[in-house]
């Protein structure tokens, strides 16, 4: 699998899944670009990744909370000549808890936060993809598109818009040779995982060693995923080898979804 010429745009990337996932492109032969809000923390992962191919990794600093600023960003990157063949669209969740408490702010930005910043990239970089001969877009959500997870109510419904925007994409680009598909991590150990049971902890006084236990139960490989596993199949996603895989979501949980 050979990704040498191609570039990607990987969001989240300075940890957890997005790195990661970059640090696997990067070795594949792919030229990064890493999106996060922490410029400093982007200057160091960019020195980390593989040159092997003698790429020229770079980044973007950019605040997910802030939609047009991204545009703008995004926009001008675009317009001084660059161009991307990969997106992977990543982003942290909201914070969690039971929908009937959730405020109509934390529906509204973590719109803007997945669904609305997920589209300002896409219109930004469709058409040096079509233009490239060469477009992947894979978004990383959760596999609560496919069963909804307690205690996530916000979550749980901006993910599902998330996957029904990815399912129209794919059937509108797919004409262009750009997949859209989305891949479903089940419970990983990111920060992500740690600030979901340190918030259950607070509530229930089980120490967090015996949540993330809980949860390892709930699979059938009794265990939690290690970011690379969710990595390996996003960047599969993002290779020729998945030329004529479009419009799917794929659960990486282990087995842990009961739906098919």
């Keep these: 699998m050979s990704l040498k010429n191609k570039t990607a745009v990987v969001c989240g990337s300075t940890q957890g899944i997005g790195w990661e996932t970059a640090k696997l492109l990067a070795d594949k032969g792919a030229t990064l670009v890493l999106v996060a809000r922490n410029e400093g923390a982007l200057k160091e992962r960019v020195n980390e990744l593989s040159a092997s191919e003698g790429q020229k990794h770079s980044y973007l600093a950019a605040d997910f909370s802030k939609p047009e600023e991204l545009k703008t960003i995004v926009e001008n990157w ?6 991307a063949n990969i997106l992977v ?8 808890g039971p929908i009937i408490d959730a405020a109509i702010e934390e529906f509204t930005s973590t719109f803007n936060q997945h669904l609305i910043c997920n589209h300002i990239l896409v219109q930004a970089l469709y058409k040096g993809m079509v233009e490239s001969g060469y477009g992947r877009i894979i978004n990383v959500i959760s596999t609560s598109v496919k069963q909804p997870l307690s205690n996530l109510g916000v979550s749980n419904t901006i993910r599902g818009a998330v996957a029904n925007w990815s399912k129209t994409l794919a059937n509108e680009l797919g004409q262009y040779g ?6 479903l991590p089940g419970a990983t150990n ?4 740690q600030s979901i049971a340190e918030a259950k902890s607070s509530k229930t006084g089980e120490t967090t060693t015996e949540i993330f236990d809980e949860m390892a139960k709930e699979s059938p490989m009794k265990r939690i995923a290690e970011p ?4 390996n199949a996003i960047v599969f996603l993002a290779s020729p080898e998945a030329s004529y895989i479009n ?3 794929v659960p990486v949980d ?3 979804t009961k739906s098919l």
């Design 78 to 83: 675009v317009a001084a000549g660059n161009h």
């Design 89 to 96: 669209n990543n982003t942290g969740g909201p914070k969690g």
């Design 178 to 183: 750009i997949t859209v598909n989305n891949v």
């Design 190 to 193: 990111t920060g992500r995982l």
């Design 228 to 231: 690379i596993e969710v990595a």
């Design 247 to 249: 419009g799917i979501n």
């Design 254 to 256: 282990g087995g842990r």
